[in-house]
Each structure stands twice: as C-alpha cells, then as structure tokens.
C-alpha cells in the first residue's frame, strides 16, 4: 500500500468511513477479529451490503446491537483497550481516537474526561466503526494518509443530551483542538453532514488536510452515508501514489502529541540501584529520562527522577515504579509537546555506508547528522579525533537512503 486519500464530499462518519475502506478491500474478518481482540466479539452483528446514493454506488454498514442497556464511559473503554489482545501500534490508534473525544466531550460539558459518558459514542456501533477503521489503516499500513477538508452542515441533531445545533459542540471542539479547516460552500444542506466519530477519527489518522498536487489512482473504495442528500452521501477511500519527497506537507512538523510525565524524589536506594531502574524505563520504552542528584531530608542525598513516556503507557509506567523502585509516591501530570519529524537512514561514505538522522525544521529545511554511536566505532577504528571523523564524513557523505518514513 502506498498512500490514502480520505474524499468526505460532502462530509465524514465512521460507518462511512469503514464502508468505504471494506469497499478498498480490507476484508470483513480483519475487523472482525480486532473486535474480539477487545472482547466485543458477542454485542454485535456486522454487515456489508451495496446500495446507492443518488445512482452513485457504494458500501453501506448496518450494525445491529445485542447490547442496547450499556453506557459506556471513557474509564470502561479505555480499560477495554488496556486489556485488549492487540498489537501495540493497533491499540495506540483506538486509543487515541476514544482519548480525543473523551477529551473533547469533557470540555464542552465542563467535566473531567475521565467522568465523560459517551452515550452515543459509547454505543456498539460507535465501537464498531472506529476500531474497524483503525484495524482498516493498520492492514493497509499506508505510507502516508491524506485528506481534504471536511464540511461540517447545518440544522439539528437529536443526540441523548436532546436537540443540539450542528456542528455539534464535541464536532467545534475536535476541530478546534487540532486547528483544522472546514469547507462552508456547501453548508446550507441541511443535516449533520461530519459526525464526532467521523472527526475524531480524521484528527487522529489523516496526517495532513493538504492534498498532492499530482498523485495516481490505484484503487479506490465508496461508502454510502444514511442521510439522503441533494448531493451523493459518501466518502471515498482512495489508494494513491504520488512523489513523497516532494509533496511532504512543510505544516507538520512539528508535530503536536500529548505526552505523560511522571516523577518522584527517592533517597533511600544507591546510585547502582537508580542506574538500573532507569534502563528498566529505557528498554520500557520511556521516550527520555533525566535524574539529578539532590540534598533531602535529614540531610540525605537523594536522586529526582523525571521519565517523559507516552500517554497510552501511564498506567504501565505507574506500576513500574512501585515494583522496581523504593518510591512511596508518584507526581503524574499530562502535557502537550512539539516534535520535529525525523526519520533514520544511511549515506554511503569513505568509510562505508553510515548511519544517519535526518530531522525536518518548520520551514521544510532537512537536517541530517550521522549517529554518535558510529562517530564512536570509527574514532576507535581509525584512531581519530570525533571531528576528524566528522569532517571525513561530511566530505564524502553521498545520497541519503531512507529506513523508515518520516514519523
């Protein structure tokens, strides 16, 4: 798969969305087994089926729900996804999109995530549509998804907090958050044309709202909406080539991610003590780590730990510190960071091939430096200073070839 490009004309919806990537050709049993990987294999019965709109063909999803009592809150759901057979990658995903309307919802009620009842979005069919379009992506596993800017309607919606405006406040809020531009050309049609569900998951899986200038269709997948429209209700899934290097969107980096960061005063364990707790951190996955020696009580040395990690680990990364460290109490805060993409690769130079990192400033300039790690191995190997060796490579460094995609 090379890229997507997510069409909503006129809007976007997670049964929509999922529609139209079964219609691309992911298979029904990928979602399938994701849902039973979060144990939602029994509340649910999932169809495809060909329908149209205005002579416009495509998928439409019905769900039926086994489950009509349950409300589920944010804590219920993200305790599902914890618990979930899942990869890593998958389940950071799922999580990310529930944790955005969570947040969302929590705003524009004026209570704390954590209390948010989703109602709708809690509903089995809410369920369905965004991990099935999660399981979608990770099958696909695109180098790159894009998309155009969605419109949002107008009218009412009735919802279990009754009759609300459209766009609905979660719809504002999303949007707000995550700074991105609506279409309102085609406002005047009445109805919700962009759900909190279609939104949320356009905020967390699109990497950028500015489409390539040039790019060729390989395959495409349709899926229909519910409501009739003066104009098609679908949203198309497209599978696309275009040249990567050129058409990197300059707007995305930095990148804006919440973090979690956690932290602790600890003085009654030795430097040797520490030392290992910390690489127990490090090969957890902690994005970076910071300690420093400090006065305490009674006029103890002690160390202050600080570890950055990622949101969906917190809870990981809480029970490793009690079981590997002496701490009695843990400081726990969530934070919002900026980060430049990069990517890792190697360069062929007079020593060989070397590896490299390329980082990618606001302004689109790339930055590319060899790993300390291989300016380490040659000072050793050739008996020369760090800048010798940096000055070699630097004469000699040749194309960068690429390991990974920018991320």
């Known amino acids: 798969m090379e890229e997507i490009l997510i069409d909503c004309s006129p809007g976007v919806s997670g049964d929509m969305l999922l529609g139209a990537f079964h219609d691309l050709g992911v298979p029904k049993n990928v979602i399938e087994k994701t849902l039973a990987g979060i144990g939602l294999e029994n509340l649910y019965d999932l169809h495809f089926r060909e329908s149209k709109s205005c002579s416009i063909r495509g998928i439409k999803v019905d769900i039926y729900n086994f489950d009509q009592s349950t409300k589920r809150n944010w804590s219920s759901i993200k305790d599902l996804i914890f618990k979930a057979r899942l990869e890593e990658k998958l389940k950071k995903r799922i999580y990310q999109v529930f944790e955005s309307l969570a947040l969302a919802e929590g705003k524009v009620h004026g209570i704390d995530p954590e209390e948010v009842h989703f109602h709708e979005i809690g509903a089995i069919d809410s369920l369905v549509d965004i991990i099935g379009v999660c399981a979608s992506i990770e099958y696909l596993k695109p180098k790159r998804v894009f998309c155009n800017e969605p419109s949002l309607g107008r009218g009412f919606v009735q919802t279990d907090h009754g009759k609300l405006s459209i766009p609905s406040p979660a719809v504002i809020e999303l949007l707000r958050e995550k700074d991105i ?38 395959s495409y997948g349709v899926g229909i909406g519910n409501l009739e429209l003066p104009c098609p209700n679908m949203v198309r899934v497209l599978n696309i080539n275009s040249a990567n290097e050129d058409l990197i969107d300059k707007k995305i980096s930095p990148r804006y991610e919440e973090i979690s960061i956690q932290e602790a005063l600890i003085d009654d364990q030795t430097s040797e003590e520490i030392a290992n707790f910390l690489e127990i951190f490090r090969k957890k996955g902690a994005y970076d780590i910071s300690c420093q020696a400090i006065n305490m009580k009674k006029n103890r040395t002690g160390f202050s730990i600080q570890v950055i990690l990622p949101i969906e680990k917190q809870k990981y990364f809480r029970e490793l510190w009690f079981q590997y460290s002496n701490t009695i109490g843990l400081r726990e805060r969530k934070q919002f960071r900026w980060v430049l993409l990069r990517r890792r690769g190697e360069c062929l130079t007079t020593f060989g091939n070397i590896k490299f990192k390329q980082t990618m400033k606001p302004n689109g300039t790339i930055y590319m430096k060899p790993e300390n790690d291989e300016i380490l191995r040659l000072q050793i190997e050739h008996n020369k200073t760090a800048q010798e060796v940096k000055n070699i490579i630097e004469e000699s460094c040749q194309e960068f070839k690429a390991f990974e995609d920018w991320k």
Request: aromatic letters at 6%; proline letters at 5%; a negative charge.
């Open 181 to 218: 531009k609506v279409i309102s050309s085609i406002d005047l049609i009445d109805g919700e044309l962009s759900t909190p569900t279609g939104i949320a998951l356009l905020t967390n899986l699109v990497e950028s709202f500015q489409i390539p200038n040039k790019y060729s269709i390989n």
